[in-house]
């Protein structure tokens, strides 16, 4: 039986496997950075035009480390150019691990941010997910009165969870940062102008690695169409976290500790206050 939002589980990949975001990643409190409008400034002389309200830039409070030198020669490509770059670079970064047959081969970058930045939230826009789903059907004990997510469903995970537990984070994120400027080019394209995309990876890192460990049975109910948690409290959880509960206990801290190494070098720089 399949139910929707919990057969989709591949959102995690982009935040480990795609080596840069991760997400998992997350955050306690989400900053949803938007532009802000100062004042006009008072008109002293009519023949002179209104001065532009300046808009005042977003305090950074985890900028990204500088990129290798070496990663820094080539010219980075334009945003909407940059797919086979970034495909190219992830697979010599996975070393011999099979990545690119996880990752949907367009708009690489933006489906990234959008995804990362939707982890926090409850829906995760499907249709722009960088990753493909995992294989198999979803199966679960019991009927929609009654049911428990079966543990031969964390099998279906085995293939892209190999990638993850083999994954160099250091490697992974060299990628990340190399290609950061049009990561930030994105998530500004997204609505946040005046945003800071590590920030948000960051605290999205933070809210996937606060994610409750559940270590006895599941339990499912299907109102309509889509199973969903029995508890309303792990059913009111952030998308990102039931994303990482779904996997599993074993994948689950497999993930955060993959996420943990990538925070901690993607935060290695000093904030400039």
Not at 99 to 122: C, F, G, K
């Amino acid at each position: 039986m399949t139910y929707g939002d919990f057969d989709k589980p591949s959102y995690v990949k982009p935040l480990i496997g795609a080596a840069i975001a991760v997400a998992a990643a997350g955050l306690g409190g989400w900053f949803y950075w938007r532009s802000h409008h100062a004042p006009l400034p008072t008109i002293q002389d009519s023949a002179q035009p209104e001065a532009e309200a300046p808009v005042p830039a977003a305090r950074i409070e985890h900028p990204v480390p500088a990129a290798s030198d070496e990663a820094g020669k080539a010219p980075l490509p334009e945003l909407n150019d940059s797919d086979m770059a970034v495909i190219d670079a992830l697979g010599d970064a996975a070393s011999g691990l099979n990545l690119a047959q996880y990752l949907v081969p367009e708009s690489v970058i933006r489906h990234i941010v959008v995804t990362v930045d939707n982890l926090p939230r409850q829906k995760i826009a499907v249709d722009k997910r960088p990753v493909t789903p995992a294989a198999g059907a979803f199966i679960v004990d019991g009927d929609e009165l009654h049911a428990t997510l079966d543990k031969r469903n964390f099998r279906r995970y085995e293939p892209m969870m190999e990638v993850i537990r083999k994954a160099d984070m250091q490697r992974f994120a060299a990628v990340y940062l190399r290609f950061y400027p049009l990561f930030q080019k994105a998530y500004q394209d997204l609505g946040y102008p005046t945003g800071y995309f590590n920030d948000r990876l960051v605290n999205v890192i933070d809210m996937l690695l606060a994610t409750p460990q559940i270590t006895g049975p599941i339990e499912l109910v299907r109102p309509n169409v889509m199973y969903v948690f029995a508890e309303p409290k792990l059913e009111a959880l952030p998308a990102g976290q039931k994303v990482l509960i779904r996997l599993g206990a074993d994948n689950a801290a497999a993930v955060k500790a993959k996420l943990m190494e990538l925070r901690a070098i993607i935060t290695a720089a000093v904030p400039k206050h």
